[in-house]
């Protein structure tokens, strides 16, 4: 304690500051005297009540001392507004409670908390302690408030990034099917899920003539704007029909991948960039299927006894490698079959009950094979988000499902 009074001192006994006692009546009791003459310290009385006399920058107060004696005052909040009035200028204050202030848990800003039964010396030290701190504290409180001026434009920016990504989402969404086609005996639900404001995942579903629909899903490795924006040249490039003249013909699901993979090869992208798709048509008369695959989760065949397959079908990434060619499986579907085609998101999005236990999403197909395809991805959607970690996605999750129904 004599180390610290003594580092305070000064040979010339000259002070070394002002110390602002504060006080219900404005009064400077015995106490404060005595701490104040102990550390050197010239004193000056402001009431409780008012607000903070006005800091002369050439001659600042070394810190407060707020003593609460009189209990018949409003006296918790005055001290918590006054600490906190001060606090914002600068002024650290050491609180001598007798009126229980913090009993109510109340925060002090700037302050320290002292009990009214404690010595003298004990007193001291926190004050001394305080006046040693001043400078770092002022320090602390000057590199906030430049902070809180330097989150004024930042915020701003924040605000605006915000913005540019909720019109990006709504850009993106506009390239979906804004309906489903209404074809008789056959249904189709969608589940679309990005990650985050964008995603890379993509999907259609188009009527291509009379007797046959087209749908595909395709994710952009990643997710974020760069795999949003890949998907955007996706839907724009992937060709489904030619039309010559006055005659058309369907191009074939392996064809059309070709032809984009090609696309995406002269493309010649900055990064490496890579994307899945699985894009089939179907014949709705004679339920004939043909699909083809670039590295996508294969597409998962349910019949109607609940019984899953999954389609042999397969191929290399769109936009490696060069030249590369596709193959078209075909599968006769018939009526209560269920298909779906999924992003590989929907791998993770279900959390597995074990390193050696089969990939859970197949178990929760399985358990909703018997539903329509509605209340299946309905219920798909629930159970993700019951999901450890479904707040925070790992990736983008999209399926396209398809129903065939008895005509």
Request: hydrophobic letters at 40%; aromatic letters at 6%; a negative charge.
């Amino acid at each position: 304690m004599q180390g610290l009074i003594q580092q305070n001192a000064t040979p010339n006994n000259a002070t070394l500051g002002r110390l602002l006692v504060v006080t219900a009546t404005g009064g400077i009791p015995p106490l404060a005297q005595q701490l104040a003459q102990q550390l050197n310290l010239d004193t000056e009385a402001a009431l409780l009540a008012h607000n903070l006399p006005h800091i002369d920058p050439e001659r600042p107060y070394a810190a407060a001392l707020v003593i609460t004696e009189d209990a018949h005052l409003p006296t918790t909040q005055l001290v918590v507004q006054w600490t906190a009035q001060a606090a914002k200028l600068g002024l650290n204050a050491l609180v001598i409670d007798h009126c229980h202030v913090c009993d109510n848990g109340l925060p002090l800003d700037g302050a320290i908390l002292a009990q009214p039964d404690e010595s003298l010396d004990m007193l001291l030290g926190r004050l001394a302690t305080l006046l040693d701190l001043r400078k770092t504290l002022n320090g602390l409180a000057s590199e906030i408030q430049r902070l809180k001026l330097l989150n004024e434009p930042l915020g701003s920016h924040f605000a605006q990034v915000d913005e540019e990504m909720r019109l990006a989402a709504r850009l993106q969404r506009d390239f979906l099917p804004r309906e489903l086609p209404q074809v008789p005996h056959l249904r189709f639900a969608t589940i679309y899920r990005p990650a985050s404001w964008v995603s890379g995942d993509i999907y259609d579903v188009m009527r291509l003539d009379e007797e046959h629909i087209g749908f595909y899903v395709a994710d952009a490795v990643g997710h974020g704007m760069p795999a949003a924006l890949l998907t955007m040249f996706i839907k724009r490039a992937l060709v489904t029909k030619r039309i010559e003249g006055r005659t058309y013909s369907l191009v074939d699901p392996g064809n059309a991948l070709k032809s984009l993979n090609d696309d995406m090869i002269q493309q010649d992208l900055s990064s490496f960039q890579f994307v899945t798709c699985c894009y089939g048509f179907l014949n709705t008369k004679t339920l004939r299927l043909r699909i083809a695959s670039a590295g996508h989760p294969a597409p998962m065949r349910i019949n109607k006894k609940g019984q899953m397959t999954e389609l042999d079908v397969g191929g290399s990434l769109l936009g490696v490698f060069p030249e590369q060619k596709f193959e078209t499986a075909t599968a006769q579907l018939h009526p209560g079959d269920k298909l779906l085609l999924y992003s590989d998101g929907v791998e993770v999005a279900f959390v597995n009950e074990g390193p050696d236990e089969p990939l859970r999403f197949r178990k929760e197909f399985g358990s909703l094979a018997d539903l329509d395809i509605q209340t299946m991805c309905d219920k798909l959607v629930q159970i993700i988000d019951r999901e450890e970690g479904s707040l925070h996605p790992q990736d983008d999750v999209t399926i396209v499902g398809l129903q065939l129904d008895n005509p």
